[in-house]
């Protein structure tokens, strides 16, 4: 076992309703445990802001024609952020290590290798005063992946302490997640030298939840958290 951190995860998905909020401690690799679960819920005004922004990009160019008014949501989401961050590190008097602050995807084109999350790292650690850890997506798409490295990380924890003890330790184990996009796991044993750990299996593999947000977001007021 490695070294415990203790980290703060922040992630807002597809359905723009707001940002759910985590602490762990783990090594990041078999060990974990949860702390604290927190979700913080966008403001009419700032979610509408964030819909609208993505219905006008559907190429890559459009991120440079709506650069200015992206520029100006990006430091909105980032002070969001920063005041849940804040209110939790002051409500919890949890001592954490880091921050993981995933942004808000407002692109993402996995086979031009090219993503768009709203979020400022480095303003959301002057901030708050804590190592940032960000741009999860496109250093994923830099390395050969499709822009989603953290869930396959946490499938392959999440088997090895629980769901194996409960199977023949030589089995695969599949993970369906059913976000606004679905993707599917097949994990491997961290702790058997001959597998290298880049082995785990990972992918999108079809729509998820979004197509339920927006048929709702279309025909309703109400909002759907997918």
Not at 209 to 224: F, Q
Request: proline share 2%.
């Amino acid at each position: 076992m490695g070294k415990i951190y203790t980290a703060l995860g922040l992630m807002s998905g597809t359905s723009m309703d707001g940002v759910d909020a985590s602490i762990i401690n783990s090594d990041g690799n078999r060990e974990y445990s949860i702390k604290l679960n927190k979700y913080f819920e966008y403001g009419d005004e700032l979610r509408q802001k964030l819909i609208n922004i993505r219905s006008k990009i559907f190429m890559a160019n459009h991120l440079e024609a709506y650069s200015n008014e992206i520029k100006d949501l990006e430091r909105e989401i980032t002070l969001f952020h920063a005041n849940a961050v804040n209110e939790i590190l002051i409500a919890s008097k949890i001592e954490v290590d880091l921050l993981g602050f995933h942004g808000q995807t407002i692109f993402h084109d996995s086979k031009k290798k090219i993503t768009k999350q709203l979020g400022d790292g480095k303003l959301l650690s002057q901030l708050t005063k804590k190592m940032v850890v960000y741009d999860f997506r496109q250093n994923d798409l830099k390395n050969g992946g499709q822009g989603a490295p953290l869930a396959p990380i946490f499938h392959n924890a999440m088997a090895n302490k629980f769901l194996k003890k409960e199977l023949n330790e030589s089995y695969a184990v599949n993970i369906l997640n059913i976000g606004g996009i679905s993707n599917i796991t097949q994990t491997v044993k961290w702790d058997e030298p001959s597998i290298p750990h880049h082995a785990i299996k990972a992918c999108d593999i079809a729509p998820g939840n979004c197509l339920i947000d927006e048929w709702v977001r279309k025909n309703s007021k109400n909002k759907y958290d997918n």
